[in-house]
């Protein structure tokens, strides 16, 4: 559920309007031939230049940047241009900035052509290459990994590499059907097994399948798409959030923002080759299945019904023609075959549905009996609605849920912000201010401005026993915002990731219609422009941005030993500081503090769990570094066979050995109870927080704040 404020919106109509005045004194005198691709990239040069937190400057290294930019945007994989290619379009390297300031496109022009010509020349290289058998005994390899390659010398050595890359994936292939065949003897004596020369024959013709598809695909592509794409070499130059949708794009990226489309509720980018899970809807069906992770590669799409050789090959596949196999009527199944961060594959059977706003508000629960029982509240997001008649926002449903704990006499509260992407401000602000006296929340600065401090203005405190945040990787925004507070406050301990998502950053998104008024009808429509105007700051000075929140506890994970976040993104904006804001820390319990850190410290030493999620973490570190396949079949087998066995090892390993008491707070047990389905989601809910590795040593800590 996206919703702005009346206030947000009014700021967002007037950036409009004070851009389309600017405007008209920018806009060079265009051709008729490519006037819609000037005005576009005079507009976004412009804005940005007036309106990004950050401008850039643009002179010869920028241009380097979008020529690198562009050039890997259209030839990631590098099996399409040549080095002779590279080297003629050379002259542009440096001239870019001066076409952006003319509104000219000859780089991009000539990129274009090329491409197109290489596009049709290499067509051919895979249906010759897959009509003969590829021979498994030889010894050779292929780099997985794009970056470690250069632009092939000459065509014999680009079909080469189009043979090594085909090569491989019916390699793959052919290994993934031999072991299911092994385990579907297991299960069955009268189960079909294919010879290795049949499988290779049905792999090599799902290629043959895959490929015609995936060049259509790219054929059917506009200019308008490529152009989009190379207005985005641009923009990612500002920074990673800042981007250009393309008229029909800006309708897509409306669609995922108003969370109704029925469908599995995740958020998709392309990747090379693959189509990756970039976000999971709170609320929506993946978030409730609870086995898509962000980072997923999609391999496979099939429907409910279908069988394994009648699913949809996704690699290669775009994420517009994707996503049309992917959504579907609520209630429909989809399965997903997904390529895991460690390499390894899993199939996440989905029902659709719409976004359930239900399952985005706060919830509550008791854990632990007696004189031990602390409260629990899960907060998948900082939701407010303006226009729904309940006016359901978070801050008033926090209150309520630490009303029901209160009531229950639980002595202490954990609050666990785990993959909640953000959400409105003022309702952080009001969250904090549940918890402290009043005083400053969080500051906001725009480019050339004073910083404004946010502040709680309610001297009441709400709650002021034992305060447990937990956070992970993927906890971003309002999230990071609400740890800081709490953090700089010395309100409360934060457990969990070393650091969370690192996105300090405030986006708006401009109509750029809008933008010119009246002017350019004739080309309209121009699309959108996403772009950052401001930063977040602690009230320490700080800014989450890059850094994130450092955990006070931290608790192993998958990204322990590698990069996640914004800081794993070129262009991110760097860290910074400004004064602090004034306020009191907080002093009551605080003594607590160093020896619960301390004694969560050795349980966590001694927990195997974790002790085996470290290892995993490491593991998953030396696979992602591993990027060169043998091509060389019993190799590649034994090589396969031993990676899932080590992934058995790691089954499981999340799931505590010593299990929660998890009971409903007295308030609710009448709404739970009052049908089948409340029962169901219930039992669902309790069943995950009773063995949860993670929220098990935040009862523990919160146990030892009493």
């Given at each position: 559920?996206?919703?702005?404020?009346?206030?947000?919106?009014?700021?967002?109509?007037?950036?409009?309007?004070?851009?389309?005045?600017?405007?008209?004194?920018?806009?060079?005198?265009?051709?008729?031939?490519?006037?819609?691709?000037?005005?576009?990239?005079?507009?976004?040069?412009?804005?940005?230049?007036?309106?990004?937190?950050?401008?850039?400057?643009?002179?010869?290294?920028?241009?380097?940047e979008?020529?690198?930019?562009?050039?890997?945007?259209?030839?990631?994989?590098?099996?399409?241009?040549?080095?002779?290619?590279?080297?003629?379009?050379?002259?542009?390297?440096?001239?870019?900035?001066?076409?952006?300031?003319?509104?000219?496109?000859?780089?991009?022009?000539?990129?274009?052509?090329?491409?197109?010509?290489?596009?049709?020349?290499?067509?051919?290289?895979?249906?010759?290459?897959?009509?003969?058998?590829?021979?498994?005994?030889?010894?050779?390899?292929?780099?997985?990994?794009?970056?470690?390659?250069?632009?092939?010398?000459?065509?014999?050595?680009?079909?080469?590499?189009?043979?090594?890359?085909?090569k491989?994936?019916?390699?793959?292939?052919?290994?993934?059907?031999?072991?299911?065949?092994?385990?579907?003897?297991?299960?069955?004596?009268?189960?079909?097994?294919?010879?290795?020369?049949?499988?290779e024959?049905?792999?090599?013709?799902?290629?043959?399948?895959?490929?015609?598809?995936?060049?259509?695909?790219?054929?059917?592509?506009?200019?308008?798409?490529?152009?989009?794409?190379?207005?985005?070499?641009?923009?990612?130059?500002?920074?990673?959030?800042?981007?250009?949708?393309?008229?029909?794009?800006?309708?897509?990226?409306?669609?995922?923002?108003?969370?109704?489309?029925?469908?599995?509720?995740?958020?998709?980018?392309?990747?090379?080759?693959?189509?990756?899970?970039s976000?999971?809807?709170?609320?929506?069906?993946?978030?409730?299945?609870?086995?898509?992770?962000?980072?997923?590669?999609?391999?496979?799409?099939?429907?409910?019904?279908?069988?394994d050789?009648?699913?949809i090959?996704a690699?290669?596949?775009?994420?517009?023609?994707?996503?049309?196999?992917?959504?579907?009527?609520?209630?429909?199944?989809?399965?997903?075959?997904?390529?895991?961060?460690?390499?390894?594959?899993?199939?996440?059977?989905?029902?659709?549905?719409?976004?359930?706003?239900?399952?985005?508000?706060?919830?509550?629960?008791?854990?632990?009996?007696?004189?031990?029982?602390?409260?629990?509240?899960?907060?998948?997001?900082?939701?407010?609605?303006?226009?729904?008649?309940?006016?359901?926002?978070?801050?008033?449903?926090?209150?309520?849920?630490?009303?029901?704990?209160?009531?229950?006499?639980?002595?202490?509260?954990?609050?666990?912000?785990?993959?909640?992407?953000?959400?409105?401000?003022?309702?952080?602000?009001?969250?904090?201010?549940?918890?402290?006296?009043?005083?400053?929340?969080?500051?906001?600065?725009?480019?050339?401005?004073?910083?404004?401090?946010l502040?709680?203005?309610?001297?009441?405190?709400?709650?002021?026993?034992?305060?447990?945040?937990?956070?992970?990787?993927?906890?971003?925004?309002?999230?990071?915002?609400?740890?800081?507070?709490?953090?700089?406050?010395?309100?409360?301990?934060?457990?969990?990731?070393?650091?969370?998502?690192?996105?300090?950053?405030?986006?708006?998104?401009?109509?750029?219609?809008?933008?010119?008024?009246?002017?350019?009808?004739?080309?309209?429509?121009?699309?959108?422009?996403?772009?950052t105007?401001?930063?977040?700051?602690?009230?320490n000075?700080?800014?989450?941005?890059?850094?994130?929140?450092?955990?006070?506890i931290?608790?192993?994970?998958?990204?322990?030993?590698?990069?996640?976040?914004?800081?794993?993104?070129?262009?991110?904006?760097?860290?910074?500081?400004?004064?602090?804001?004034?306020?009191?820390?907080?002093?009551?319990?605080?003594?607590?503090?160093?020896?619960?850190?301390?004694?969560?410290?050795?349980?966590?030493?001694?927990?195997?769990?974790?002790?085996?999620?470290?290892?995993y973490?490491?593991?998953?570190?030396?696979?992602?570094?591993?990027?060169?396949?043998n091509?060389?079949?019993?190799?590649?087998?034994?090589?396969?066979?031993?990676?899932?066995?080590?992934?058995?090892?790691?089954?499981?390993?999340?799931?505590s050995?010593?299990?929660?008491?998890?009971?409903?707070?007295?308030a609710?047990?009448?709404?739970?109870?009052?049908?089948?389905?409340?029962?169901?989601?219930?039992?669902?809910?309790?069943?995950?927080?009773?063995?949860?590795?993670?929220?098990?040593?935040?009862?523990?800590?919160?146990?030892?704040?009493?």
């Amino acid at each position: 559920m996206k919703v702005i404020s009346i206030m947000n919106r009014w700021k967002y109509l007037l950036l409009g309007g004070v851009l389309a005045v600017g405007l008209g004194f920018y806009i060079p005198k265009m051709s008729d031939a490519s006037k819609k691709d000037q005005v576009i990239l005079s507009l976004i040069y412009n804005i940005l230049n007036q309106s990004h937190f950050s401008p850039a400057q643009v002179d010869d290294k920028f241009s380097e940047e979008v020529y690198d930019n562009f050039l890997e945007n259209l030839d990631f994989s590098k099996r399409f241009f040549l080095q002779e290619d590279i080297k003629s379009l050379e002259v542009y390297r440096h001239s870019i900035d001066d076409e952006i300031l003319a509104s000219e496109l000859n780089f991009f022009e000539a990129s274009y052509a090329i491409y197109n010509e290489r596009f049709e020349e290499t067509h051919r290289y895979f249906e010759d290459i897959l009509e003969k058998p590829f021979d498994f005994t030889i010894n050779e390899s292929y780099e997985t990994d794009e970056e470690k390659l250069d632009f092939c010398k000459n065509e014999t050595e680009l079909e080469d590499r189009w043979r090594l890359y085909l090569k491989q994936r019916v390699l793959s292939r052919i290994e993934d059907k031999i072991n299911s065949q092994e385990e579907d003897t297991t299960r069955s004596d009268t189960s079909v097994v294919k010879t290795f020369a049949e499988l290779e024959i049905d792999a090599r013709a799902k290629e043959m399948e895959l490929h015609e598809e995936w060049f259509k695909s790219l054929a059917d592509l506009d200019r308008l798409d490529w152009v989009g794409m190379y207005m985005n070499s641009i923009t990612t130059i500002y920074d990673p959030h800042t981007q250009y949708f393309a008229p029909e794009r800006k309708e897509d990226f409306e669609i995922s923002m108003t969370g109704q489309l029925e469908g599995i509720g995740a958020q998709l980018t392309q990747k090379g080759e693959y189509v990756v899970i970039s976000k999971i809807i709170t609320g929506s069906a993946c978030w409730k299945q609870g086995d898509l992770e962000e980072g997923d590669k999609i391999l496979k799409v099939a429907q409910e019904g279908e069988t394994d050789d009648e699913a949809i090959d996704a690699v290669g596949m775009s994420v517009r023609k994707l996503v049309k196999y992917i959504r579907g009527p609520k209630g429909t199944e989809v399965r997903l075959t997904v390529q895991k961060l460690d390499g390894s594959k899993m199939l996440i059977p989905i029902v659709r549905d719409v976004v359930e706003l239900e399952a985005t508000f706060a919830k509550s629960a008791v854990l632990g009996e007696g004189d031990a029982k602390i409260g629990y509240i899960r907060l998948p997001k900082f939701y407010v609605n303006f226009y729904d008649d309940e006016n359901r926002v978070c801050s008033e449903d926090v209150k309520a849920e630490i009303e029901k704990l209160k009531a229950d006499n639980v002595h202490g509260i954990i609050l666990d912000l785990r993959n909640n992407g953000g959400g409105s401000l003022q309702e952080v602000i009001d969250i904090v201010g549940l918890f402290i006296k009043d005083g400053p929340v969080v500051q906001v600065k725009g480019p050339g401005q004073s910083p404004k401090v946010l502040q709680d203005e309610d001297s009441k405190i709400f709650y002021d026993g034992p305060l447990v945040v937990m956070v992970n990787q993927f906890s971003a925004s309002a999230s990071e915002i609400f740890a800081a507070a709490i953090q700089d406050y010395n309100r409360g301990i934060i457990i969990g990731s070393k650091s969370t998502f690192g996105k300090g950053t405030v986006q708006n998104v401009l109509d750029m219609d809008r933008a010119v008024n009246f002017t350019f009808d004739d080309v309209k429509p121009l699309g959108a422009l996403k772009l950052t105007i401001q930063k977040y700051y602690r009230i320490n000075g700080g800014t989450p941005q890059l850094r994130g929140v450092q955990s006070d506890i931290v608790l192993p994970d998958n990204f322990t030993y590698i990069k996640y976040g914004e800081a794993e993104e070129k262009h991110a904006l760097p860290y910074s500081e400004i004064a602090p804001a004034k306020y009191s820390v907080w002093k009551l319990g605080t003594e607590a503090y160093p020896k619960a850190v301390k004694q969560s410290e050795a349980r966590v030493k001694e927990n195997e769990k974790f002790a085996l999620i470290d290892e995993y973490a490491k593991w998953l570190k030396k696979q992602r570094d591993l990027t060169e396949v043998n091509l060389n079949y019993e190799a590649y087998r034994k090589e396969q066979v031993e990676f899932r066995e080590k992934s058995k090892k790691f089954e499981g390993m999340r799931k505590s050995n010593e299990e929660l008491a998890v009971s409903s707070n007295s308030a609710d047990v009448s709404m739970w109870d009052a049908s089948e389905e409340k029962q169901k989601e219930r039992d669902i809910w309790f069943k995950g927080l009773r063995t949860d590795l993670y929220l098990n040593e935040a009862f523990h800590v919160a146990g030892d704040l009493k």
